[in-house]
Structures are given as C-alpha cells and as structure tokens.
C-alpha cells in the first residue's frame, strides 16, 4: 500500500520504517527540511538500536522516502499516518495545534479515499475532531473531491524507546478504533504479516516464533483512545507502587527486588515495570498521566490514584538528595558523578529524565557535578554551563565523593570498579536504579546505596 507519514519524531520514523520493511511504499514527511535532508542519507536524528540499518535497507530498495511536500505525499497515499508530536501545555492539556495542522492539510490536499490513522497520543474524542478539521478544510480550501469519504482511525502506538523497531514487529497486541468496518479491515490488510508474524526478520532471534498470531482489539475510536492512557497510566502506576514499596523495605530493612520477584510471580501481578529506582520519565509517562487527569478534570472527576502516582514520582527523584546529605552531611563544595543522562538506556532522549532534576538540585545546593552518558555528548538545554560533561566514566568518577547511577546503561556493568575505588576520592555509590552488582561492589570497598534495599 502507498503510505504517508506525517512527522518524523520517535513514532512517526519507526512506523514509516517498519511498514516499508513489510512491503509498503512509505513517504515521510516533515516540515524541518534540515532533518528530511539528514534522513534522506539515511542517518537517523535519533538513536534507537536496529533503526539505522532498517531505515539505510529500505531507502536504497526504494520504499522508503524523505520529503517536505505534504500535500505530494498525501494526494499519492491511501494511507496517511498522524504522528506528530503532543507536547504538554503549561496546563497539563495535550498542545494539538500540530495535529491540526496535519488535518488541515490533509483537508486541503485530499483527491481520493483515504484512511487517516491518529497515532499520536491525543485526548479522548479526538479522532471526531480530526475529521471534523479535515472537514472544515475542504470547505475552507475549496476542494473539489468533496465528495471523497475518509475514514479516521485510532491506532495507538505501544513501543518504548530503546526497543522500538522490536516493539513494533513484535508486539503484544494490536488496536484498531473505527466506526468504518472497511477502514477496520484495511488496517488488518496493512498489518497482515505483523499479526500472523510472517514477514522475514533479518536475524534468527525473533521475540515471538514465526507464524504465531499476534491478537487484535478492535474498538469504537474512544476506547481506542482511552486504552493508550490507561496503559500508560497503569505502568506509570505499577513503577510508582513499586517505589513506594521501597521506602517503606527501606525502613523496615527489606529488600524491594526480592519483594518485586515474590510479587511479580503471581500471574495476576506479572515481573515488568517493578524496577525500583529513582522513578519514571521520558515523553511519554508524565505527559500522558497528566492529560488524562486533566480530562477527567473536564468531566468533574478527580484522579484520586493518578494524583498519587505523580506524586510518588516527583519525591522519588528527591530521595537521592536526601540519601546524598544522610550520606555526606554537606553538599557544597563536594564533587558527585552522574553516570546516565537519558531517561532510561538505548535511547539519547533526555526527556524529563531524572537525572536532570537530580543534577539540577545538586548543583543549586553547591555541589559540583560531572555527568557521563555513553550516547549524549552535549549537555540537555536546562543543565547547560552547570555541569561538567566528560567523555568516559572514569573522567567523571575522578576526585568524585560519590557516584550516582541514574541510567542503567549496560556499559556501567563492564567498568573496572577496582579503578574507580582508586580514582574517587571517596568510594560511595547511590545506585537509582539497583542495577550494579552490590556484592561485588562491598567486596572492593565500595559503601553501596540502593534504592529500598
Ligand atoms: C512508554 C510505554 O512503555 C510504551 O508502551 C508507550 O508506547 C510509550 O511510553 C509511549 O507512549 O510512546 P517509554 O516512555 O519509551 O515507553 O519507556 P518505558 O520503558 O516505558 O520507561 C518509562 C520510564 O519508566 C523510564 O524512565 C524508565 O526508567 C522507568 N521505569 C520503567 C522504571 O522506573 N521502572 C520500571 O520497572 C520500568
């Protein structure tokens, strides 16, 4: 099928990727031309693993292109994806503005049938409000196909950062919200070899045995909306559970990951999202959370759980300045280590990541910081000129009275600690994420600080 793609953020570059690795003609659109230019050399703007080599396979086969022409591109799709970005407004609300555009333009541009999937995460009732945007744009731009139906289509998406490409081929389902029983059955055309697992994968090691069938929810447009903020609310919930479980194992002296794996055995509860550490961020929780707070705000419901959730959040982030000054008495004057800067591994986004809040506070009370992560290389927006960026770990722990890691990125698990013992001035380590081998560390010297253990 021809595909358009509108935005070329996290979701819209994965998507327009993945469908083109499965047989579509995909076009990509945006409006930043440096980027559809950095693309079109099939670098990627972002790093997320597995995507520079599907993006390069697909361009040079031909079924993958990089433009700024929207409305080319939409006039030649019979599919056309809404993958801009949601940003929060100050309020909480989701900024649709670059949804709109993108039905606007669709409106203005449209010559045939067409299937608009909303994949950007938007509050419930949107899907009405795109077509009733495509609508007004026609009329507004004099369209002379206004006799062309289209059919909007929710169709939220489930990948993480970090394992995208993998969470797109192999996910745990799949969901379709539409009034239209022809838009429904295009999507599950379109989907076809993700959901019966068919289409070839360019190593052995697949998620999921070839074949299997991946199940389909198939839903009115507003639960398929509802069910992108209830699953994100509810992991966002499960983490944050999680951390108030380790404040309570710390005090009473237990420890959280045995708790988590006595827990999460229980079919009922499951294992995932019961990391204890220093609490979630990223993109994708705290925006979703607090839209649909607010929506419900709108109703004249208040979120009593969600409050929470955020709540625990925020002051999981102050605990490692607390544990920092149990710890060292006086902040000023001293020198910590951050190692992680992302919000979470395999991913370059530093998107309401912990770390930032942490450095931040850090640095406001006198400490002095050096930062390492083994992707970023130039300092977020809010930490500039207040944190030392080094190029290794080992620069960053130098003379350092305390290391904390805030990113469980695998290379933190390869250090020589024996070499750091010996390079920091003093050898203690506040580990956000309980991702470090504690044992190992008591036994070269290190005094170890979890997180609820
Ligand atoms: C999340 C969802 O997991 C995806 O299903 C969804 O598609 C995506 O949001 C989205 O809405 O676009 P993502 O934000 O990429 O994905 O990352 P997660 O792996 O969910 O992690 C979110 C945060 O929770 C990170 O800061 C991570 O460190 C933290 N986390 C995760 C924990 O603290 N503990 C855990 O056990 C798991």
Sequence with gaps: MNVCIIGTGYVGLVTGVCLAEIGNTVTCVDKIKEKINLLKNGDSPIYEPKLDEFLKRNI????????????????????????????PLSNGQADLRYVEEAAYEIGKNINDMKIVINKSTVPIGSGDWVSMVILDSMEKNNNQNKNVCFSVVSNPEFLREGSAIDDTFFPDRIVIG???????????????PIINQSFEWPDDKRLIPEGSKIPVVISDLTSAEMIKYAANSFLATKISFINEIANICEKVGADVSKVAEGIGLDKRIGPA?????????????????????????????????LNAVVNVNREQRLKITQKLQDELKIIKGKTIAVLGISFK?????????????????????????????????????????????CGNAYEAVEDADLFILATEWVDFLRLDYVKIKKIMRNSVVIDGRNYLDKDNLEKIGFKYIGIGR
């Design 345 to 389: 591994p395999d991913t370059n986004d530093t998107r309401e990541a912990p770390s930032i809040k942490i450095m931040n506070d850090l640095v406001n009370l006198g400490a002095r910081v050096k930062a390492f992560d083994p992707i970023i290389k130039s300092s977020p927006d809010s930490l500039s000129g207040k944190v030392l960026l």
């Design 273 to 305: 999202f019961l990391n204890a550490g220093i609490g979630w961020g990223g993109s994708c929780f705290p925006k979703d959370v607090s839209a649909l707070s607010n929506i419900a705000g709108e109703y004249g419901l208040s979120t009593q759980i």
């Design 178 to 192: 539409s009034s239209s029983k022809k838009a429904v059955d295009k999507m599950l055309k379109l989907y076809e």
């Design 60 to 87: 040079k086969d031909n079924k993958l292109e990089f433009t700024t022409d929207i409305s080319n591109a939409i006039k030649k799709s019979e599919i056309i994806y809404i993958c801009v970005g949601t940003p």
